[in-house]
């Protein structure tokens, strides 16, 4: 079967470092991806990842082992603004997205 | 990034009415539209992948009848809730993959369907 799971919620403090993770049992993989989600939003696309290591983009990094199904979503410097949902999604080998349930990110001053 | 418009972002209507969304990709061509819906503090689920041209695939438990979907051209799906009931609102997102094949689905704004 098919299955992603995430953190229900997590809390982390302005000016912290927090990581989110992911892990997946997906027929077939075409990449992972983590979008952001503000409450009434659609999602916005944060990154992807298909090969294993980092990849770093500005205060947000994603990381990626294939061979253990697992990725983390990494946020440094956090700012009450990254107060959102977190979703991790695989593509599976039909090129359709599965989502996980999202991680609650709350950020406290 | 690519650009997709999704209107309108907040309807209100009355149950039995049928209501039509739509999804625009602005600047490229959208060969595949995903519809999903999402309830209040859930993931996205996947209602229906539309190819343009060809009768869009529905997942398991979407009715086809109730949610029809129209992908006519390379830049326009439409999904239109026919006889809504207070049960089918939620929130309804498009997303679009460019004919070139990127790897990443842009998603619409999203639209706030509120049957009363």
């Known amino acids: 079967g098919q299955n992603i799971d995430q953190p229900t919620e997590m809390t982390a403090t302005e000016g912290a470092i927090v990581q989110i993770n992911c892990t997946y049992q997906?027929?077939?993989?075409?990449?992972l991806f983590w979008y952001q989600q503000h409450a009434g939003e659609a999602p916005t696309f944060l990154s992807y990842?298909?090969l294993d290591g980092l990849e770093e983009k500005g205060r947000f990094s994603s990381f990626l082992s294939r061979s253990k199904g697992y990725s983390y979503l990494l946020l440094k410097e956090l700012q009450m603004k990254d107060s959102a949902s977190y979703l991790c999604?695989?593509?599976?080998?039909?090129?359709?997205?599965?989502w996980g349930a999202g991680t609650k990110l709350i950020i406290k001053p | 990034g690519a650009v997709v418009s999704q209107h309108p972002s907040r309807v209100i209507c009355k149950s039995g009415t049928s209501v039509k969304i739509e999804c625009r990709s602005l600047?490229?061509?959208?060969?595949?539209m995903f519809w999903y819906r999402q309830f209040p503090k859930k993931s996205l689920m996947l209602m229906a992948t539309?190819?343009?041209?060809?009768?869009?695939?529905?997942e398991q438990g979407v009715e086809k009848d109730k949610f029809l979907i129209n992908h006519a051209s390379l830049t326009l799906s439409t999904l239109t809730v026919t006889s809504a009931h207070p049960e089918d609102s939620s929130f309804y997102i498009c997303?679009?993959?460019?004919?070139?094949?990127?790897?990443?689905?842009?998603f619409g704004q999203g639209t706030r369907l509120t049957v009363v």
């Open positions: 990842n298909v």
């Open positions: 600047d490229f061509q959208a060969t595949t």
């Open positions: 997906t027929s077939g993989f075409n990449g």
């Open positions: 999604a695989t593509m599976d080998s039909n090129y359709q997205l599965i």
């Open positions: 539309s190819n343009e041209g060809s009768k869009a695939t529905y």
């Open positions: 997303s679009a993959r460019s004919y070139r094949g990127d790897t990443e689905a842009f």
